[in-house]
C-alpha cells in the first residue's frame, strides 16, 4: 500500500484508528471457547464488524505464539481472512523482531511474502543491516520502535546522547529515517508520551506514525493528535483491550464496533480541525 | 539450570560451545526434503551426533515461522526431543524479542512454561518493564542483547552516550545488569567485536555472555574466549551454519559431529590454559 493510499482510506473512513486484534485465549467470552478456533472465530466477528470504521488492523504475534502450532493456524487464517474480505485495511503484524540479515530476510518473507502483512514493527537496537531485508519489499512497510509507550521508555530512549540536547530515541529516528523513505518506514511513538510528538514531527514532518497507547494505556486522543497529524494524515492511532474486550457478553462485536465508533467520532473532528477531510 | 550447573556441564563436556538449529530449509540436504517434517528430522539428526560435543542448543524461530504453524510444530518437537531426551542441554530460544509488559508475560509463557527452554535472547530498547516479566521465572534466563556481531551494531550500540567514555551498549549492560542477577540474566557480545570484550568483562565480571558470531561471520574463538572466560566459565560461545550446514551429503550429521568436536578441541585448551577444568 503507498503512503497516497493510506491518506485516501484514511479521508475516505474519517479514521485514523487501527484496531489491535491481541486476542488473548483468556479474555475471549466463554461462550466462544468451545469453537474450534476461538481466537480466529472472535477475531472474524471483530472484524466483520469493524472493518469500515478502522483503516488497519495490527495483529500482536505473541497472543498467538502462545497456543503455539494452533497459536499460529489462528494467526495465518485471521491475516488471511482481512486481506480477501477487506483488502483495503493496512495489516500490520506486530512483532518488534530484529536480527542480523540471513535472519532478518526469513522474518520478512514470513510476515511480507507468505502472510503479506502491508507492515511489520520492528526494534532498531541491532541497526541498518537488521532493517534492510524488509526496505527491499515494495509496497511494505517497517514500522521502527522510536519512544514507546511503556515506563521502561525512560531506561534508554530517553537517556541523553553526546549531542546537545538529543534523546536516543532522536538520534534512532533521525538515523533510521535516512535508511528507507517516507513511503516504506514509518516510527513509533507511544500515545503516553505526547510532549515529545511535537519534536518528533520536527525531525520526521512527513513519515507516517504508529502511536499505540490510547485506550488502556491512558494517552490522550486529542493532545497526540494536534502534534502528530501532518498533511497526509501521518497517523494511525492503535487501541486494542480497550476495544476488543469491553464486553465479555454474546454482544461482544457490537460494543467493539460501537467503542471504535465513539474513537471515531473524536478523529473525525481532528481530521477537520486540520482541514485533511476531502468532504468535510 | 542454575549457574552452578551451567559450569560443571562446561568442565564435564570441556566445552562451552552451543549449536545454533538455524534450520534453513533451503539449506537442508536434499534427501530430507521428502520426510514428513524435515526440519525435525534434520534437527534430530544433529542432535543426536551432537548433544555431548555441546553444552546448549540455540533454536532461532525465524527460520521456523517462515514455514508457517508446521514450521511452528517443527521447533515444539525439536525443543520437546532435546528437552526429554538430552536435559543437561542448555536450551536457548533466540527470539530477540521486547514488548510491553502484558505482551512480554505471553512470551514468557511461550518459551518458559509451555515450550521449556532454559533461556530467551531479548532486545532491550523498550527497557525494564519488557524484561521483568521473563526474570519472574526461577531457573530461566534472559539473555539481553549487548553488542553485537553484525555492521548495524555501529548504528547506535556503538554511539556515545551523555557519559565520559561511555557506549551505549555500555550503558545498556550497566543499566540492565541490575534488573536481574548472575543467575538469572546474560549478555550477548558478538565475537567479531573481541577488542571490546574486556570493557564487558569489567562491567559484568560474573555474568555468562552468549557470543555469536564465530564461523560463518569469521570470529575468532582464541581472542574471544581469554578476553571473556571468567572463574565459572562464563562464555557460551555459538555456531550455527558452519557446523550444521557445512556438508549437504547423507553423512550431514557426522560431519557436524566433525566441526563442533574441532571447535572443543580448542575450547578444551583455553578452559585448560584459564585452569577451569576440574580434571584437567
Known sequence: ???????????QK?????????????????HLQSKVDPAFYFNKAIVDLTHDVCVGYKINTAFYEVQGNKGWRSLEKTAGYIREKYPENFLIADVKRSDIGN????YAETFFSRLDFDAVTLSPYM???SVEPFLAYKGKWSILL??????GANDFQLTATDQP?????????????QWGTTENMMFVAGATQTHYLEGIRQIIPDHFLLVPGIGAQGGNLQELSRA?????????VNASRSIIFSDPSKSFDVTARDQAMKINKQMERLLSEKK?????
Do not use: H, W
Not at 522510536?146 to 515506563?151: A, D, E, F
Open 1 to 11: 500500500m503507498t503512503k497516497d493510499e493510506l491518506f485516501q482510506t484514511i479521508q
Open 14 to 30: 474519517k479514521s485514523y484508528l487501527c484496531i489491535g486484534l491481541d486476542s488473548d485465549m483468556e479474555q475471549i467470552p466463554g
Open 103 to 106: 535472519t532478518a530476510r526469513q
Open 127 to 129: 541497526g541498518k543491516d
Open 146 to 151: 522510536g519512544l514507546t509507550s511503556n515506563p
Open 165 to 177: 540536547e538529543e534523546y536516543l530515541f532522536e538520534r534512532v529516528i533521525k538515523t533510521a529515517s
Open 228 to 236: 502528530g497529524l501532518n498533511q497526509q494524515g501521518g497517523l494511525l
Open 276 to 280: 485533511l477531510l476531502a468532504n468535510p
